[in-house]
C-alpha cells in the first residue's frame, strides 16, 4: 500500500543533496520521525527488525540512523545479489527461484495495492527439471507467454550479467561503517536464499565498526524458520529442542528488552552458532572462532582426499558436461525448490559421469570444522566458459544406524568460471589449459563424527537452480539454443596444480 517508485534493493546514497534524494535509510528516518509524534506512551527509543527483504531494510537503517534507533535487528538480509544472495552466487544466475518469485513479485502496478496482483503470466508444472530444460536458453523466458519484459526487474536481472554499477550500487555492505546501534544479525545455516548476507553483513559490521555491540546467531534454519512456532528437526537432522522458540524467548526477546527498555543483563556471546552433526548451541566471543587449524584437503587422481600436496607431474580426471543433461540440483521434482536440497543425500549424484567425488578416510575421532570454507581447484575446459560447483560431503558409515551410509550434503556453492578472476570484467579460458578457480563458500559450523568420512564433489552444472553454462564466453541472457555446446571438464591433482579443499578445524 506503499505510494512512490519502488526501486529493486534501493540503493543507498551517502550524500543526500536535496530532499528529492531518498533511499531506505531516509525512508526509515522519516517513518521513525512519523511514529514518535503520531504514538503515545512510547519511552522515545525505536527497534527495528526484518527478514529477507525486510532484513535489508533493517540493516540500511543503520548508516545515517534516527537518533531514537537504539536496536536493529537484521535477520537474512539481502546484502549482495550477484556475489551471494537470491540473484547471483559468484556471477552464476539462480534460475529457479528468481523465476518463480519475480512472476508475483516482479508484477508491473499501477498504484497501491492490498496484495501481490494477479502474476505476470499463468503457468504450472510438476517438474521444475523438466520445464527448464524444454524453456530453453534465458533468452526464452522473454517471449509473449512468459515475461515479455513486462516485469522490469526481470528486465534488471537479465541486462545486468557482470558485477557493474547496478549490482555494486546494491550492495549495503560499504556503508556499514561506524555503527554504534546494537545489532544482532541471524540466520540460518541450510538458508537457501541470503546465508551470504547474514555472515556478511555480521562481518562489515564488524570489521568496520569498531566496539559495536555486534551478535550474531546462526541456527539450524531455513530461511526465516527462526520465527516459526516450532523448529526440531529438519530432514536427516533432529536437534532434540524446539530451537525457534529457544531463540525467541532466550536471544531475540531479551535483546530488544535490553536495549529499548533496560530490562535485565543482555549475556549473550558475540556469536552463538549452533553445531549441526552434534545438535549443540556453541559461544564465541568472535566469528569465525581464533582458535582453528587451517586443514587442507588435497585431490587425488585415486579419487582420495590425502593431506599433502601430489608428487606426480601430470594428474586429472574429466567428464563431459552437457547442457542437455545438466546436473540436477536435487534427487526429488517438483514445481518448486526442494528446500532440504541443502541436506540432501548426495548418492542421486555420486553415480553420475559428470560428477567427480573424493574421499577421506573414516575419521579417527571428532573434527569440528567452522568458518568458511575455501575451494582452489585447478581446471580446464575445451570450452571458453564453465561453472563449478564444490560440495562439502558428511559421508555416514555404512553400517551407522540412521541416515547408514547416506552422503550428507554440509555446503555447496557455485561459481561462473569466467569471474575467476575479476567479477567486474570476466575473461574466457583459454581451451584445454589448466585455470585456477579460487573461491569461498559460505560457513560451516559442522562436526564430523568419528568413523565419518569427508567427502568433496565437483560439477559443472547444478539444475534447474542456476542457469546452464553454454561453455562459451558470450553473453548467457540472449545466448540462442545453438550456442549450447558439451565441454570436457578436467579437474587437476598435480604437483603443478593442487586442487585442494580448505576448513577451518577447532583446535
Not at 545486468?160 to 555494486?168: E, I, R
Request: include cysteine; charged fraction near 20%.
Amino acid at each position: 500500500m506503499s505510494e512512490g517508485v519502488h526501486l529493486e534493493v534501493t540503493p543507498h546514497l551517502q550524500m543526500k543533496t536535496s530532499g528529492q534524494m531518498v533511499d531506505e535509510s531516509s525512508d526509515t528516518y522519516d517513518t521513525i520521525e512519523f511514529l514518535l509524534k503520531m504514538l503515545k506512551y512510547h519511552n522515545g527509543r525505536v527497534g527495528l527488525r526484518g527478514i529477507s527483504y525486510p532484513g535489508f531494510y533493517a540493516s540500511a537503517a543503520l548508516p545515517q540512523a534516527h537518533p531514537a534507533l537504539k536496536a536493529v535487528s537484521p535477520q537474512a538480509p539481502v546484502t549482495d545479489e550477484f556475489i551471494g544472495d537470491d540473484v547471483n552466487h559468484n556471477g552464476a544466475f539462480f534460475l529457479m527461484d528468481n523465476f518463480l518469485f519475480m512472476n508475483y513479485f516482479g508484477a508491473p502496478r499501477s498504484g497501491p495495492v492490498m496484495d501481490y496482483t494477479k502474476p505476470v503470466f499463468d503457468t504450472t508444472f510438476d517438474d521444475a527439471y523438466r520445464f527448464f530444460l524444454e524453456l530453453g536458453p534465458l533468452s526464452n523466458t522473454q517471449t509473449k507467454s512468459l515475461f515479455d519484459h513486462k516485469s522490469y526487474i526481470w528486465d534488471e536481472y537479465l541486462a545486468h550479467d557482470t558485477y557493474d554499477d547496478y549490482w555494486q550500487a546494491r550492495n549495503i555492505r560499504p556503508f556499514l561503517k561506524n555503527i554504534t546501534i546494537p545489532t544482532l544479525v541471524v540466520g540460518g545455516w541450510f538458508d537457501a536464499e541470503d546465508c551470504f548476507g547474514t555472515l556478511k553483513t555480521y562481518q562489515a559490521i564488524e570489521t568496520q565498526s569498531s566496539g559495536n555491540s555486534n551478535f550474531l546467531v546462526v541456527g539450524p534454519w531455513t530461511h526465516g524458520a527462526w520465527a516459526s512456532k516450532e523448529w526440531s528437526h529438519w530432514g536427516p537432522y533432529r536437534f532434540d529442542q524446539n530451537t525457534s522458540i529457544y531463540f525467541q524467548d532466550s536471544i531475540e526477546t531479551p535483546f530488544f528488552d535490553h536495549f529499548l527498555k533496560d530490562k535485565g543483563r543482555y549475556g549473550m556471546p558475540e556469536a552463538k552458532v549452533f553445531e549441526t552433526g552434534s545438535n549443540l548451541w556453541k559461544s564465541y566471543n568472535h566469528w569465525p572462532p581464533m582458535e582453528l587449524n587451517q586443514k587442507s584437503y588435497y585431490l587425488t587422481k585415486e579419487g582420495t582426499l590425502s593431506g599433502v600436496k601430489s608428487k606426480k607431474n601430470k594428474a586429472y580426471q574429466s567428464y563431459i558436461s552437457d547442457p542437455t543433461h545438466p546436473v540436477p540440483y536435487s534427487s526429488k521434482t517438483d514445481e518448486h525448490r526442494n528446500n532440504l536440497y541443502m541436506v540432501e543425500d548426495q548418492r542421486f549424484a555420486s553415480s553420475r559421469p559428470d560428477v567427480l567425488s573424493w574421499t577421506s578416510e573414516p575419521l579417527d575421532r571428532n573434527m569440528l570444522c567452522s568458518g568458511p570454507v575455501s575451494a582452489e581447484i585447478w581446471v580446464s575446459t575445451s570450452g571458453t566458459d564453465m561453472d563449478l560447483v564444490v560440495k562439502v560431503i558428511d559421508e555416514v558409515p555404512k553400517d551407522a544406524g540412521e541416515n547408514a551410509g547416506a552422503q550428507l550434503l554440509v555446503r555447496a556453492e557455485v561459481i561462473r568460471g569466467k569471474f575467476r578472476n575479476d567479477y567486474v570484467h570476466p575473461e574466457p579460458f583459454k581451451p584445454n589449459i589448466a585455470s585456477l578457480i579460487k573461491y569461498t563458500l559460505p560457513d560451516i559450523n559442522h562436526l564430523f563424527k568419528k568413523g565419518h568420512k569427508v567427502m568433496i564433489q565437483v560439477q559443472s552444472s547444478w539444475f534447474p537452480l542456476v542457469d546452464r553454462n553454454p561453455h562459451q564466453f558470450i553473453n548467457i541472457p540472449t545466448a540462442q539454443a545453438s550456442d549450447y555446446k558439451k565441454a570436457e571438464i578436467r579437474i587437476y591433482s598435480d604437483k603443478k596444480h593442487p586442487s585442494k579443499i580448505e576448513m577451518g578445524e577447532v583446535k
